[in-house]
């Protein structure tokens, strides 16, 4: 099964509006890890938390992360049309070298 | 700085085909991931080569295989060819094992394979 689990699976809004996706996982992390992915292209980098950071700021992009809740948030404020992409997250557990991604959130954007 | 690169864009192959995919990691990395990431669901964790050693394997059949080369540059082959692999395959590369470690990893474009 997946270690970290997307939510909302698909979210619609229009532009100037915030977005927020969550991300839950299951066991202790090292860091997470926000990407995003264009339709059917490969994946960007968007910002990387560590687990004794509670929050942190990119840009529009603001994450949280909760480990007594094993729970992390991506906030993407005043939304543009661009901004329409797929959004995974991705934990390192403790001990392992490999990041484990969810399923995404797909997000659309209307101008 | 050039991005991590694969090859081919796109293929098209028939059941019981094989198949070489390549990825040429960022310079100065020497770990390369491969995922696989069927229509619609995340990135299911195929490989991870570090240093031309295979480091760790996903649960996929042994028909998944691949190797790194001294430049760090990285190949996976899949034989015997099944529609279920019609995917699009994603590698990706990181610094590796070294001070500050991080994980975050960098994508090349992927490669869209079609089984017919």
């Known amino acids: 099964s997946q270690q970290g689990e997307e939510d909302p699976q698909a979210l619609s809004i229009q532009e100037g509006e915030n977005a927020t996706m969550n991300c839950s996982y299951k066991t202790s992390i090292n860091n997470l890890q926000w990407y995003r992915q264009n339709s059917g292209r490969g994946l960007v980098h968007l910002i990387l938390?560590?687990?004794?950071?509670r929050e942190k700021h990119s840009g529009r992009l603001r994450v949280t992360l909760d480990t007594s809740k094993k729970s992390s948030s991506l906030l993407i404020t005043a939304s543009r049309a661009a901004d329409t992409a797929s959004y995974f997250c991705?934990?390192?557990?403790?001990?392992?070298?490999?990041?484990?991604f969810g399923r995404g959130t797909s997000l659309i954007v209307h101008p | 700085e050039a991005g991590v690169t694969q090859s081919p864009t796109h293929l098209i192959k028939t059941r019981g085909q094989q198949v070489t995919l390549r990825c040429s990691p960022i310079s100065g990395h020497t770990s390369v991931y491969w995922y696989q990431q069927a229509l619609g669901l995340g990135l299911q964790f195929l490989l991870w080569y570090d240093e031309g050693e295979e480091r760790n394997r996903g649960n996929f059949p042994p028909r998944f295989s691949g190797r790194q080369f001294p430049n760090y540059s990285s190949e996976l082959n899949v034989n015997a060819l099944e529609l279920e692999d019609s995917a699009l395959y994603l590698c990706?590369?990181?610094?590796?094992?070294?001070?500050?470690?991080?994980?975050?990893?960098?994508f090349g474009p992927g490669t869209r394979l079609t089984v017919l």
């Open positions: 991705a934990t390192d557990a403790r001990g392992s070298y490999i990041p484990t």
């Open positions: 990706a590369s990181s610094p590796g094992n070294i001070a500050g470690y991080t994980n975050e990893q960098f």
């Open positions: 938390i560590r687990s004794n950071e």
